[in-house]
């Protein structure tokens, strides 16, 4: 396909060239050639090997593990595509690492969501494409054009499809996530339940209160990302405590972290459904209870909508 003022250009960065590639077909655009290594003191070093110019660029690279080296191989890509006439240059980070960062938590702390921002507009990024961003306030944080899609309809295609929605519950694991959860529970018409984390004193484990009576429901655990997996196992523990069926969860971003696949494959979740926008580890693909939906045909769409200036939001009408 070709764009309304150039043709495409797809460059992928080593973060997740499965999803990359995916979004390629999905679009019938082949992956432009380009070479992205690194010398022998681990610097790195970027090549685009075919004609750029006047060309409207997507470059395709999530900040997940490792974060620092993701998100200096997306500006250094940026900067090679600029010095190559690229028209327009679009960022497409379906992960954006960081972005837990997007507010001063004690004195003295940074605010590295915004200048993870900074650092992307000043190297010459022209929109920013993301998926499911841990606050939406972050998209504020760029002072370029940014697009915040939703892995939802994904997600309930995927739960109307394998549950019986009448005896479904939908529970947000924190207080901060009732919004994502209220969300989804809307789009598929079913009642809401909030676990409520608290620590009464240092050193004392967490109690979990459940706010709904999840009695007798198929819980789903909704939020956008897991790491340890520590709180999801909590929250598995409390609804079936006081009397859920089961227990799934229903996540964007599986980041799992350290021994979080372990974690999540001896708890009580019957199953955790990640997307694929970061590339999952051998322990993850190898988690009984763990399971990844792809999001490739999502962001190609996008992708499409955003070369051809129409609208992206109607995807999620």
Do not use: W
């Not at 984390?197 to 009695?215: A, F, H, L, T």
């Not at 598995?236 to 971003?253: C, N, S």
Request: aromatic share 4%; charged share 20%; proline share 4%.
């Amino acid at each position: 396909m070709s764009a309304k003022n150039g043709s495409i250009k797809l460059v992928a960065g080593n973060s997740n060239p499965a999803l990359a590639q995916a979004i390629a077909q999905g679009l019938d655009v082949p992956l432009t050639k380009a070479v992205v290594r690194r010398f022998a003191d681990m610097e790195i070093f970027v090549e685009v090997q075919e004609n750029i110019r006047g060309s409207d660029a997507f470059i395709i690279q999530s900040t997940s593990f490792p974060a620092n080296d993701n998100l200096m191989e997306l500006l250094i890509i940026t900067d090679a595509l600029r010095r190559s006439s690229a028209r327009r240059i679009t960022a497409v980070i379906p992960y954006f690492g960081y972005a837990r960062q997007d507010r001063r938590s004690g004195s003295r702390t940074p605010i590295s969501a915004k200048l993870v921002a900074n650092l992307i507009t000043h190297a010459g990024v022209d929109r920013v494409m993301t998926l499911d961003l841990h606050a939406g306030q972050i998209q504020g944080f760029f002072d370029i054009p940014t697009d915040n899609l939703f892995a939802a309809p994904v997600m309930v295609r995927d739960i109307r499809e394998r549950f019986d929605l009448g005896k479904v519950m939908v529970v947000s694991p924190d207080v901060g996530g009732v919004a994502r959860a209220r969300g989804l529970a809307k789009r598929i018409n079913t009642p809401l339940a909030i676990v409520d984390k608290r620590r009464e004193r240092p050193g004392e484990s967490e109690v979990m209160n459940v706010i709904g009576d999840v009695s007798g429901y198929s819980c789903i655990l909704v939020d956008d990302i897991v790491d340890s997996g520590g709180t999801l196992v909590n929250a598995a523990d409390a609804l079936i405590a006081k009397g859920a069926k089961e227990v799934y969860a229903y996540i964007t971003h599986g980041v799992l972290s350290g021994g979080a696949a372990a974690r999540i494959a001896g708890s009580k979740l019957k199953e955790l459904v990640i997307t694929d926008s970061i590339l999952a580890t051998e322990a993850v693909t190898k988690a009984p209870n763990i399971r990844t939906l792809p999001i490739a045909s999502l962001i190609s769409d996008a992708i499409a909508r955003t070369a051809a200036e129409e609208s992206v939001s109607s995807l999620f009408d």
